[in-house]
């Protein structure tokens, strides 16, 4: 499955943005998705994820609460929607997508990777 990672951009502190991710190939509806992103100079971290019927989800702590994960499988799409962003929300946003298990919060467990899109929130 391939996956394209759209709708970051730059935003004040306090704002909002949603994030898409929209598959290609493969069967979406039968994947669990997920959300991480990176900072500059950091390691990747789990941001938030959702299994293959929307049943559930998990969040990491410092954005629970803050940010929503949601998925259409008519539409190949899963989302994130963020608001109340801070200036540490700033980095690159990556979907990915597994194919057995619900991984949750484990990036090397993830099959397919999108390629990112740069989130920047200004204080």
């Known amino acids: 499955v391939q996956l394209q990672a759209s709708g970051g951009g730059l935003v004040q502190a306090g704002g909002s943005l949603r994030l898409s991710c929209a598959a290609s190939g493969g069967t979406f509806s039968t994947y669990h998705m997920g959300w991480f992103r990176q900072a500059p100079g950091r390691e990747r971290e789990f941001v938030a994820s959702v299994t293959w019927g929307a049943a559930n989800t998990h969040y990491a702590d410092s954005v629970q609460g803050r940010f929503t994960i949601s998925r259409d499988n008519a539409k190949k799409t899963v989302y994130l929607q963020m608001n109340t962003l801070k200036a540490e929300d700033t980095a690159i946003y990556y979907c990915?997508?597994?194919?057995?298990?619900?991984?949750?919060?484990?990036?090397?467990?993830?099959?397919?990777w999108g390629q990112g899109t740069l989130v920047t929130v200004s204080s």
């Open positions: 990915a997508a597994a194919g057995l298990s619900w991984p949750i919060n484990t990036a090397s467990a993830y099959d397919y």
